[in-house]
């Protein structure tokens, strides 16, 4: 029993960390079904009903669950709960079995209103309530079929009864072929066949009529087809994989999904059909929409599409119940709240639209909370491991050492236990907290972002005052980041006009979270677009000197764009002679760059050191021009071909110092580089060697104006690097002994080749 007990709460546990994943569900299912607990059966499905409320199997169990008890009540109150948000054909076919069991076809009497007809009125509107919500699906056919036969077999007493019937069916006809399904052409047949067999010249007038209908509908069925086959029905949704990280299926695998279905559900709100009727339409996007999010329940994207179409077809009260519907579903979904709360307040809802933004930053808090807490648990269990280990270690000790004695060797012998056991469990913390701070700080941003979104919505309803409580709210909020205390400086900015209350809520930010580098460059930013220049140097003195001078970088590169653009030329010198003493490793060139950029304008980049600019590739130029500032000012050149020079010496192995050269120049023609263009442009032969043909797109770099700037003169390779060189090629191939790591350093330490002071040190140390 307490087995059992201990796996139904491991169970529970697993649910009630991810109330949206199937999968522990489907394992709580199977364990009370053996139980054989009928109210704890139910209780379960009623729990997982409420988060998948569109789940149509397991409707379906539910309903034979109930009825195997012969419990018709339960039924009939299952029925109600999901036959209209679900629109499963398995679904409405069970409940239409069930109609006809519930309901059977008494014997005839002849009878007027005998309990026979009663029963025949009772499964037609059964019929009809079902092709009012799935009529419209492509896969619907077999249920026009069933009912076009049950209206074809109703017993008719008299002409009148019989006119009554034959107009009930051609009705019946004329709905279900004008409607695109996959058995269209033959319920098309059946009506041909039976109106010829009631009357040809009215079959030639009637089938004339809603030919057109049966044509488009056909036209359309075939447009339909390559937007439906593909779309992706799970059995049960899941939350996508940048909600709940799972390793099911591939990100991008399900974007392609939820953009199939979104395609899909587009081309319905076209009107393909080109119903005239606009009710008629709108009900079956809906339909649409509703049957879509049976199987993307949890993407807020299609909710938020339905919200929309019922804004544009005026259906306000529908756009709600959409959207309160998808942020059940949702309940992440920051798209889906405020859209709510920006209709919401609209329509004088107010208090509507604050309880869910406020409902959102709880949920987003909380996630936080318990990755905190899901962390906080994992470290626990590394403790008690490695309290089991040390324990362990010491009686093997003990066992090893059965005479233990107080000397110096002893302590140290523990210590050193002592040490590995801490150094494994920090280990394990750094993973841990490696693999969380992903998912966490995925989190905070979101909470930052509900704030500030929160505070602006409220600025727009309310005032700057009822902007100022939600920011007094966010503070308290342990998740809180420094990007909520700056969106509330610039409120107070742009909305009140108050700068200097601006600039108190900055210097509140940098009191609270510290000297934050990118803090600092939004704090410079604003004093410097009121013209505060003097705060700005006082702030970017206080800070910088707090923070590691790679941290600090971009404080100085936003500081240095300031003095280069409205600085003097004393100020621009100190600024340059202390950004040299901090990142004596930043060449000359950028800094020259940087000093003639002007926002966009970037001509020195772009056109003399043959970079990409922000104007064409902002993302790709940032993080070429990233890697070329970090590299050495001179780097080392790919080999060349030379046509004249010839080697001193020839190489071990017949070769000479010549031959290596075109060896090495055409084994590298093929082979992709990682580097840079601006090291292919800046590279430069020596006196003794001739120039190559120009590679394609290559620009020669035009000479500085400055020869203080003129970068030194980039050296030839080597004869030993080329060498050593010529060997890698073979590295994979070489079966003779291995090339011992001491002579590549030796001759590194020979060469003329310029290296960092770093690189210089480490060829020093491992020389033989």
């Known amino acids: 029993m307490q087995a059992s007990s201990a796996e139904r709460q491991a169970y529970e546990h697993a649910v009630s960390q991810e109330p949206r994943i199937p999968g522990p569900w489907m394992e709580l299912m199977a364990y009370v079904r053996q139980s054989g607990d009928l109210n704890d059966i139910c209780d379960v499905y ?78 037609e509107a059964s019929y009809e309530y079902a092709l009012k919500h799935i009529g419209w699906d492509r896969d619907s056919g077999p249920i026009w079929q069933d009912y076009i036969q049950l209206v074809r077999e109703r017993e008719a007493r008299g002409a009148w009864q019989e006119g009554q019937k034959m107009d ?50 056909r036209a359309v069925l075939g447009e339909m087809k390559p937007l439906t086959d593909g779309l992706v029905r799970p059995s049960l949704p899941t939350p996508p994989s940048w909600i709940v990280p799972n390793s099911r299926a591939a990100p991008q695998k399900e974007h392609a999904s939820y953009e199939a279905w979104h395609a899909y559900l587009a081309w319905e709100q076209t009107n393909p059909l080109a119903l005239q009727d606009h009710g008629a339409w709108q009900h079956r996007v809906l339909c649409a929409y509703k049957k879509a999010t049976m199987y993307i329940r949890f993407d807020a994207v299609v909710w938020y599409m339905a919200a929309h179409f019922c804004r544009t077809v005026q259906r306000e009260n529908d756009m709600l119940v959409w959207l309160r519907d998808g942020i059940d579903a949702c309940p992440w979904s920051i798209l889906l709240r405020f859209t709510y709360a920006d209709i919401s307040t609209r329509l004088g809802r107010f208090s509507d639209a604050t309880a869910a933004l406020d409902d959102l930053v709880d949920y987003a808090q909380a996630q936080v909370d318990k990755r905190l807490s ?32 107080d000397d110096d060797g002893d302590k140290a012998e523990l210590a050193d236990i002592e040490r590995r056991v801490q150094e494994e469990r920090d280990q394990q913390y750094q993973q841990l907290e490696k693999e969380a701070e992903a998912t966490i700080s995925v989190w905070r941003d979101a909470v930052s972002q509900v704030w500030i979104k929160y505070m602006q919505f409220v600025r727009r309803s309310e005032g700057i005052r009822a902007a100022r409580q939600i920011f007094s709210r966010a503070r308290k909020s342990k998740h809180c980041s420094w990007q ?138 940032k993080r070429k021009a990233e890697s070329r500032s970090s ?51 800046s590279t430069k032969k020596s006196k003794s060697t001739v120039h190559d043909a120009p590679r ?38 070489y079966d003779g002994p291995p090339i011992p790591p001491e002579a590549i350093f030796e001759c590194l330490a020979r060469s003329r080749l310029p290296l960092l002071p770093d690189a210089r040190k480490a060829v020093a140390k491992r020389r033989p």
């Open 374 to 405: 899901a962390l906080a648990d994992a470290k626990a269990r590394i403790d008690e491991h490695m309290a089991t280990e040390r324990k362990q270690r010491l009686d093997k000790r003990a066992q090893l050492d059965s005479v233990p004695d």
């Open 46 to 123: 009623d729990r997982f009903l409420e988060h998948f409320p569109q789940a149509s199997a397991q409707w379906i169990e539910y309903v034979n669950l109930a009825l195997s008890q012969s419990n018709f009540d339960q039924a009939d109150a299952i029925f109600v709960r999901c036959l209209r948000s679900t629109l499963s054909m398995d679904l409405w076919k069970v409940y239409l079995a069930y109609v006809r069991r519930v309901h059977p076809l008494p014997p005839f009497t002849g009878e007027e209103n005998s309990p026979r007809d009663q029963t025949r009125r009772i499964l």
């Open 631 to 681: 590299a050495p000012e001179v780097s080392a050149p790919e080999p060349t071909k030379t046509s004249d020079s010839k080697a001193d010496a020839p190489s071990s192995g017949g070769r000479t110092m010549e031959d290596i050269r075109r060896s090495l120049a055409t084994s590298a023609e093929p082979v992709k580089r990682t580097r840079g263009k601006s090291e292919e442009k």
């Open 484 to 621: 909520v205390y700056e969106a509330s400086a610039m409120l107070e900015y742009h909305c009140a006009k108050e700068a200097l209350v601006a600039t108190k809520v900055f210097e509140l930010a940098l009191k609270t979270f510290g000297p934050d580098e990118h803090l600092v460059v939004r704090y410079l930013d604003f004093l410097l677009s009121v013209n505060d220049d003097a705060n700005a140097r006082a702030v970017l003195e206080r800070t910088v000197s707090s923070l590691p001078p790679e941290r600090a970088r971009i404080v100085w590169d936003r500081w240095a764009t300031y003095e280069y653009n409205y600085g003097d030329a004393s100020g621009i010198a100190r600024l340059e002679t202390r950004m040299s003493d901090l990142y004596p490793g930043r060449p000359a060139v950028q800094s020259a760059a940087h000093k003639l950029q002007y926002r966009t304008l970037d001509w020195v980049r772009a056109h003399e050191l043959g970079m990409e600019v922000s104007t064409t590739k902002p993302k790709e130029s």
């Open 168 to 217: 009930q069916l051609r009705r019946i006809y004329q709905r279900a072929v004008s409607t695109p399904m996959n058995h269209i052409e033959a319920i098309w047949k059946e009506y041909d066949a039976y109106e010829n067999s009631l009357n040809k010249l009215t079959a030639k007038k009637f089938l004339a009529e809603h030919s057109p209908a049966y044509m488009q509908a």
């Open 696 to 733: 394609k797109g290559a620009r020669d770099t035009p000479p500085p104006s400055s020869s203080s700037l003129a970068p030194p003169p980039v050296p030839t390779i080597p004869d030993a690097i080329l060498y050593f060189m010529s060997l890698l090629p073979h590295a994979m191939t």
